[in-house]
């Protein structure tokens, strides 16, 4: 059986991201990163999904990104609300080089389990305006993870698996639905007022509420202002 | 001034690849990683070093790796000492992933900064052993660089600048004393019985030692075994 190592941020792709690993049949380690986000009911929804998931191997590995700063998900810069439009340009809350960050922690993890297999739940919705989203730097990546590692030495090849990449958000909601993904347990909101409750403002919010209802399914989720 | 983003961890290496960054002419900003190793004198050393070159922006950024485990510098395995050769196999000194990791954190301070350029002091003595020191994995990860921040969205190119590659030990030693670093503030010693001494027996005490007898220069270091 073959191990892929999965980011598991427990947002609403990332838990689809890791349904799909699973019913690929992967044997799936889950690892979260806990970079001094304020919103870090994330972490408690990154637990949540992984019992849910069935996934028993899932690491906790604290990256403080603080001490760089840069982003309205890090530092002291309020996160936006009610914007009139979510934008081509880079939103305030892109935390530099996150993804960089995240999945080479999870080639580090890869490598101690003897994975070769990286799966993101990176999608469309996100690389347009989040520059590591984008396809090319997700492959420019594997070759990276590749020639960093004792396994890339010894010829093996990584792949990193965005399964979600072209998907709308509805589109991920319908495929997390089949696969039986329980989205309550999940967190999109970066600025939960709550436990489990999200605001329904901010552009995350936005996106999660927009994408059940095109996507037909029914919305789990408790949010604190009206549509 | 175009400004570069420098991985310090204190040793003999970064030190005088910062040394070399700065007389290039960078301004210089200097990242030191907290990856939860066991030589945290490291850290100690990484400040002295940062202070005496004047680079007043200095960063700590904590990355706990231990999460992951895989490595003698991490975890609870024994560091080896006197070996009888250092050999061509990956040493279990190996971090998973590590320079993966701290370049992708170095990207990040880069971005928020906006510098372009990274330095590393890896080198050739080194990427013998472990596979993220080589050439191609450093170029790979320029790549990776430019594309996943948003830099690289609007057409910069990111360089990995690694000085030291192809220099011997003695070579360092020789181009860092010509710039005048105090390789007295620096710790090499994987495992360090007091702060400020070098076992003299783990792999990278022998090759420090070694490296200052070829290169006919005075070795500042206090070593706990004679060579």
């Known amino acids: 059986m073959r191990r892929a190592a999965v980011l598991l941020s427990g947002g609403l792709d990332s838990a689809t991201a890791a349904a799909w690993a699973l019913a690929a049949g992967f044997e799936v380690a889950a690892l979260s990163v806990d970079y001094g986000q304020r919103h870090r009911s994330e972490l408690d929804a990154a637990r949540r999904v992984a019992t849910a998931l ?10 403080d990104l603080r001490a760089i700063g840069g982003s309205a998900l ?36 890869a490598e101690v389990l003897g994975a070769r297999d990286l799966v993101i739940g990176a999608n469309v919705q996100d690389y347009s305006g989040y520059p590591d989203c984008r396809p090319e730097f997700l492959r420019a ?4 993870a590749g020639l960093g590692t004792r396994a890339g030495v010894e010829g093996a090849r ?21 696969l039986g993904v329980d989205y309550a347990l999940t967190l999109s909101c970066y600025d939960p007022p709550a436990a489990l409750v ?10 999660r509420r927009a994408g059940f209802v095109e996507a ?12």
């Open 74 to 109: 890090t530092a002291e810069i309020a996160v936006p609300k009610d914007r009139a439009a979510i934008g081509d340009d880079v939103p305030i809350t892109y935390v530099p080089a996150r993804n960089t960050i995240f999945l080479a922690v999870l080639t580090g993890l």
């Open 141 to 144: 990546f594997a070759r990276v």
């Open 216 to 227: 037909g399914v029914h919305d789990p989720t408790t949010y604190a202002s009206p549509a």
């Open 54 to 63: 069935g996934i028993a191997d899932h690491r906790v590995v604290a990256v």
């Open 198 to 207: 999200h605001c329904g403002r901010c552009d995350a919010c936005r996106l």
């Open 158 to 178: 990584f792949a990193v698996h965005a399964p979600l990449l072209h998907l709308s958000k509805a589109g991920i909601v319908r495929l997390g639905a089949s």
